[in-house]
């Protein structure tokens, strides 16, 4: 089957399946928004959690924080974000539909592939439209747009206004009363990363941080985005995993390196095959930045950022005590090549930078697998299957009686008590067994135990594995140890 077609297929079974829902959708949903569901909600915990651990636990120097959603609106004047922070777009002027400029040219040069499967036509035009960007020549951008006759998807036309600038920050009011100034005007955080910057040295002091150290926070950041499409992958309301790590001037591209590397390792260790992730150099460098690269994933669409690594050199910390005016520096003792004191110095930052949402779709791109096989009978068979890692999967284990009677629902509530303080169990009754397995399947649950009439007289139980359906008998008061150990 067609890659788009089973990304439609992955969406129609995350709706299904109690993972992921349309927010609002009994008003016909609001664009790019989304909910999670029952099962949706608990993998994403389990991401989060697996990335704060390996951040925060396994890592001595890393601590994490929970900074509020709103912050003082000079941090983003200060940031950049006020002045900074926009897409260059342009409007069709038949149809009114606004386009990133990027996005626009991406997917007309993916609309260039030639018979072969090479598309050299394409990539010149990307490597053009990149060096353009990179000098915000709009007047090129927008000739770019032009020469090759690109047309609105709605109006069909090339009748396009200039290329501008929109600002990608979504702005409310504090307090109850509009001010005609404008100065109770507080933005929704585009990203979680000021928050950690603020807080430097509240926890550089309180946590007696020596540097090298890092600050982690994931929480909910906010983007107007023109374009948003592609279901989680871009959306208004998202969740970011940040890390900022603080670093001796100079030091910054050792720890570039290294954190590039870490990171990589660590989506595999999550379980994304190394093929399927590389690295990307932006072409155009944010303004606060020496060093960035993308940390690609090949989603059902195409090549796409998952995680940006970014060494951000001093400018947060420097914009923040320029505009508190407040000395935000780190004093350090060490000594350097001369035997002296490193002494004063505004540390340089290397970030690490997820979106949970993409990390989401990524999980789940991968797990999704429509499979067939005949029989041993020569009859065809077939399931859909989420094949989640056990580690982060919403629900380990599912308990089924074989039979509403005799006893064995009484032995499967008591396996339900024993485990569930330790990980998430599902208990369920209904329905022929087979049937119970391939929704268990569906929704990604690892493990099935099912209780018998055997288990009565032996105190065995059939445990069956999700991936490769194999089944055995294993005793009833292993059950707990086998499961912790394949989640562990
Ligand atoms: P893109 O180029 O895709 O717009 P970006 O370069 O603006 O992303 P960053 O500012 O580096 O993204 O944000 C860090 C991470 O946050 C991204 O790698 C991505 O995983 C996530 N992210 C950014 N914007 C969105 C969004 N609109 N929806 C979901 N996740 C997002």
Request: proline share 3%.
């Amino acid at each position: 089957m067609a890659e788009t077609n089973i990304f439609q297929e992955l969406i129609a079974h995350c709706k299904e399946y109690g993972y992921i829902f349309q927010s609002s959708e009994v008003y016909d949903g609001l664009a790019a928004v989304y909910d999670y569901g029952q099962n949706g909600a608990q993998l994403k915990k389990n991401i989060r959690d697996y990335w704060w651990k390996s951040m925060t636990q396994l890592n001595e120097n890393i601590v994490g924080i929970d900074a509020a959603i709103f912050m003082h609106p000079t941090v983003w004047k200060a940031s950049g974000h006020v002045d900074n922070f926009s897409d260059p777009m342009i409007d069709n002027k038949d149809s009114n539909k606004r386009y990133r400029v990027d996005h626009l040219i991406e997917a007309f040069a993916e609309g260039l592939a030639e018979k072969d499967g090479t598309n050299p036509n394409g990539e010149a035009l990307l490597a053009n439209m990149d060096a353009l960007l990179a000098k915000d020549d709009f007047a090129g951008l927008k000739a770019l747009i032009e020469n090759n006759k690109m047309t609105c998807a709605v109006s069909k036309t090339s009748n396009w206004t200039d290329v501008r600038q929109f600002n990608l920050m979504f702005s409310t009011e504090f307090g109850a009363v509009a001010d005609k100034e404008g100065d109770n005007i507080v933005y929704l955080r585009p990203e979680t990363a000021q928050g950690i910057f603020v807080n430097f040295l509240n926890v550089q002091k309180t946590g007696r941080m020596k540097i090298p150290f890092g600050i982690a926070q994931t929480g909910k950041a906010f983007r107007n985005e023109i374009v948003a499409r592609q279901f989680i992958f871009r959306m208004r309301d998202f969740e970011q995993m940040e890390m900022q790590f603080f670093v001796r001037p100079g030091t910054q591209k050792q720890w570039y390196e290294h954190w590039r590397d870490e990171r990589k390792k660590w989506h595999e260790s999550i379980g994304i095959p190394a093929e399927k992730l590389r690295f990307h150099d932006h072409a155009k460098l944010a303004h606060y930045a020496d060093a960035a690269l993308d940390i690609e994933f090949e989603f059902p669409f195409g090549w796409k950022e998952l995680e940006g690594i970014h060494s951000r050199t001093d400018f947060d910390l420097s914009q923040h005590a320029l505009y508190s005016k407040k000395k935000i520096q780190y004093f350090d003792n060490d000594l350097n090549e001369e035997g002296k004191p490193y002494g004063n110095y505004t540390p340089f930052v290397v970030e690490t930078s997820v979106g949970l949402d993409r990390l989401f779709l990524t999980i789940m791109s991968l797990a999704y697998k429509e499979e067939k096989w005949t029989k041993e009978d020569g009859t065809e068979d077939s399931r859909v299957v989420l094949k989640i890692p056990a580690k982060i999967a919403p629900t380990k284990l599912a308990i089924l009686p074989l039979l509403k009677k005799d006893g064995l629902p009484e032995i499967a509530k008591e396996l339900m008590n024993e485990c569930k303080g330790d990980f998430m169990c599902f208990y369920e009754e209904k329905d022929a067994i087979g049937k119970r397995y391939r929704r268990m399947d569906a929704v990604g649950t690892p493990f099935c135990v099912t209780i018998d009439h055997q288990t009565k007289e032996d105190d065995t139980v059939t445990i069956r594995y999700r991936d490769d359906m194999r089944q055995e008998r294993i005793a009833i008061s292993d059950v707990r140890k086998l499961v912790l150990e394949k989640i562990s």
